[in-house]
């Protein structure tokens, strides 16, 4: 098993720029793949990046394409998302995922893949 805890989420100018980090537990995070998803209210938990757990392979939803950036550091146990150019539209609150999987170049970007989920940290940008 794996907990997760999100962190770095807050107020933001139109503009501005946010790096949400992810603390995970556990001798074993080097096998899962890890995700960041998240929900705007009203709107169904969408995904918004991926990687894979040997960080060398990612992915990211259009929406945030050029934008955000996934990374992860395994020596540390953590996952972190590097957003830039941020807009109202990217408001919501964000989860950090995991899923035990090893496979080199894929990413799942459904919600139900993944088994484990942080609490969730809110990111609001304002004008």
């Known amino acids: 098993q794996v907990q997760l805890v999100e962190s770095g989420g807050g107020l933001v100018h139109i503009g501005g720029s946010l790096r949400l980090s992810c603390a995970a537990s556990g001798r074993t995070f080097n096998t899962y793949a890890m995700g960041w998803f998240r929900q705007a209210p009203g709107k169904e938990r969408e995904f918004v990046a991926g990687?894979?757990?040997?960080?060398?392979?990612?992915a990211h939803a259009d929406s945030v394409k050029g934008r955000f950036t996934i990374s992860r550091d395994n020596a540390k146990n953590m996952v972190y998302l590097q957003m830039d150019s941020l807009s109202p539209e990217d408001t919501a609150i964000y989860y950090c995922?995991?899923?035990?999987?090893?496979?080199?170049?894929?990413?799942?970007?459904?919600?139900?893949?993944?088994?484990?989920w942080g609490q969730g940290t809110q990111v609001t940008v304002s004008s």
């Open positions: 995922a995991a899923r035990r999987d090893l496979r080199t170049a894929v990413i799942v970007a459904t919600s139900t893949g993944y088994n484990y």
């Open positions: 990687i894979t757990f040997n960080g060398n392979s990612a």
